[in-house]
């Protein structure tokens, strides 16, 4: 794995914290560190990012948390009501 392997993700939140960022991981499957607060525009930041390197919300095999604080877990029930169409 190289560092072109690992896609830092810039993704807005309404907190006091700011922006939060999650990583995009290619190796064995396609990783997503963290996926931001359930808004609006967290989402639209993180599909335009992916599609920005040819990836779907739809194409992430696995999410890996690293806390559950709304600004890095909220889009994780997109992610869940994906696998259910």
Same mark, same amino acid.
């Not at 807005?12 to 808004?39: E, H, Q, R």
């Not at 639209?44 to 990836?55: F, G, S, T, W």
């Given at each position: %794995?190289?560092?072109?392997?690992? +896609?830092? +993700?810039?993704?807005?939140?309404?907190? &006091?914290?700011?922006? *939060?960022?999650?990583?995009?991981?290619?190796?064995? &499957?396609?990783?997503?560190? #963290?996926?931001?607060?359930?808004?609006?525009? /967290? /989402?639209?930041?993180?599909?335009? !990012?992916?599609?920005?390197?040819?990836?779907? %919300?739809?194409?992430?095999? !696995?999410? *890996?948390?690293?806390?559950?604080? &709304?600004?890095? /877990?909220?889009?994780? #029930?997109?992610?869940?009501? %994906?696998?259910?169409?």
């Amino acid at each position: %794995m190289t560092t072109a392997d690992i +896609i830092p +993700i810039r993704v807005p939140t309404p907190f &006091a914290v700011g922006d *939060v960022i999650v990583y995009l991981v290619k190796g064995d &499957a396609l990783t997503l560190i #963290d996926c931001g607060p359930k808004t609006k525009e /967290a /989402a639209a930041a993180l599909k335009e !990012q992916l599609a920005a390197v040819h990836i779907e %919300m739809s194409d992430i095999e !696995q999410i *890996v948390l690293t806390h559950h604080h &709304a600004d890095h /877990a909220g889009l994780l #029930d997109c992610f869940f009501l %994906m696998t259910l169409k």
